[in-house]
């Protein structure tokens, strides 16, 4: 007997146990649409998903569906109303009253359309004979919300990522009138404007990129190997400026859909990006040429923008209709950050070499140690490349290696064109310290000479 009750505890836990576990990945489907006075949210959600439920059970295992109203009802609002927030002209709405609640089948494809999803939900529940375990069938619900106009703007803060490992919320805005905005959310995104205005848009990307380039390790390393030779602010902001260009032209490349879709892009340009640290590292350590090194820059700007558009590429769906808006803001959003960096690294590095170490020295240790870190990453991300095959060279790959190689051109052709102006003022800042050489047709090419010779050994100094 002992046995048989013990066994029976293990049993029960174990089974317990199992019915609390977080699901990997879950899938929510939800409509949004304001009518009138009124906002209607619909929702479907694995039960799998919903945890700590008191579920009414059959003798066989089944679903009691005679008795699971009011459990669904709870599990509505424990794991769902609770933690989604609506807004009304960035005001939070009041507590939504609940339309209905109901057990679904997997097999049911009602909730491909709104009208569809809102009829199934309110023809009833499943007839109570129909056996079903609690962890294959979806919960459907419809809260309705009093909102003061449907012409309203309207923003939501989908906190469904508590219902599984992960999470992806689909859901679709059907405004009065307008045409329907799908988006799908794979985290916490925080709040998501439905349709969203210019300014709305253009303050929430300047601020991705913004934190973009201060939590993107890869851009801030290419940026220190970038600051560790440099002294004066006047030639990096314009070696920083030509690394802007350059990614914002890839960037808006690939918002518009002119960059390759393949699986082997992201590691080519995750394994090009470390090069361009290794590459700037070694410059630094065999002695970086500054009339240059804005060209070797804005080459790799455009490398790092396809790196820039692979998170860019998610948040796009949050720009509304104000694309080329958010595309700008975003780039201001770097830009913003990376003067930040520089504010910080410069007067940093100066006091490095003026009091801890000389600047040669210095500048050399720093980047051994960026070339390290670099030559690490190309080699594990070179490895994660090779496991891609090669692409087949057929005709949609040849025209669009064609469009990029006329691409090319144009811009090695502006490159040409800029560096004489780049290179003037890049020495403007480096040299402005240094008297110039006076203008008499009475010096001699001997007194020329050695005021040259002084002059370099001043700058060596």
Request: glycine share 8%; hydrophobic share 50%.
């Amino acid at each position: 007997m002992l046995i048989a009750l013990s066994a029976a505890s293990i049993l029960g836990w174990a089974i317990g146990s199992k019915a609390h576990e977080v699901p990997d990945q879950v899938t929510v489907l939800t409509f949004l649409k304001p009518e009138g006075k009124t906002l209607t949210l619909l929702v479907r959600a694995p039960m799998k998903s919903l945890r700590d439920v008191d579920v009414p059970l059959k003798a066989n295992g089944f679903l009691d569906l005679s008795r699971v109203d009011a459990p669904l009802e709870h599990a509505a609002q424990l794991w769902i109303s609770d933690f989604v927030e609506l807004y009304e002209n960035d005001a939070r709405l009041a507590k939504p009253r609940l339309l209905g609640a109901r057990v679904s089948l997997p097999s049911d494809r009602s909730f491909a359309e709104y009208d569809q999803a809102l009829a199934h939900i309110g023809s009833g529940p499943l007839p109570a004979d129909t056996e079903i375990y609690w962890e294959q069938g979806l919960l459907d619900v419809a809260y309705e919300y009093p909102i003061a106009s449907d012409g309203s703007s309207f923003a939501i803060r989908p906190g469904l990522t508590r219902l599984g490992l992960q999470v992806n919320v689909s859901m679709r805005f059907l405004p009065p009138g307008g045409a329907e905005r799908a988006f799908d959310v794979h985290a916490d995104v925080g709040v998501v404007h439905l349709d969203p205005s210019w300014r709305q848009a253009f303050g929430l990307f300047a601020w991705q990129g913004f934190l973009h380039i201060l939590d993107g390790i890869d851009h801030l390393l290419f940026l220190f190997a970038l600051v560790i030779p440099f002294r004066r602010l006047k030639p990096l902001v314009g070696i920083v400026t030509a690394f802007t260009v350059a990614h914002s032209i890839t960037l808006i490349a690939s918002a518009y859909g002119l960059a390759p879709d393949a699986l082997w892009f992201p590691p080519l340009i995750e394994t090009l990006i470390a090069v361009s640290i290794l590459y700037m590292a070694l410059e630094n350590i065999v002695g970086a040429r500054f009339e240059q090194r804005w060209a070797v820059t804005f080459a790799f700007g455009l490398v790092h923008g396809f790196g820039f558009s692979f998170l860019l590429s998610e948040r796009l769906q949050f720009a509304g209709s104000h694309l080329v808006t958010s595309l700008l803001a975003f780039n201001i959003g770097v830009e913003l950050g990376q003067l930040l960096v520089l504010i910080v690294a410069l007067p940093a590095l100066g006091f490095l070499f003026r009091h801890i170490v000389e600047k040669r020295i210095g500048t050399i240790i720093l980047s051994a140690l960026v070339a390290h870190t670099a030559w690490h990453w190309m080699v594990d991300r070179g490895g994660q490349l090779s496991q891609y095959p090669w692409p087949k060279m057929d005709a949609i790959a040849l025209s669009a290696a064609l469009w990029w190689a006329m691409a090319a051109v144009a811009l090695a052709g502006l490159i040409w064109l800029l560096s004489g102006f780049i290179g003037r003022w890049e020495r403007t800042g480096l040299d402005a310290s240094e008297p110039s050489l006076p203008h008499t047709p009475l010096l001699s090419k001997r007194c020329a000479s050695r005021w040259n010779m002084g002059r370099a050994r001043r700058k060596a100094i």
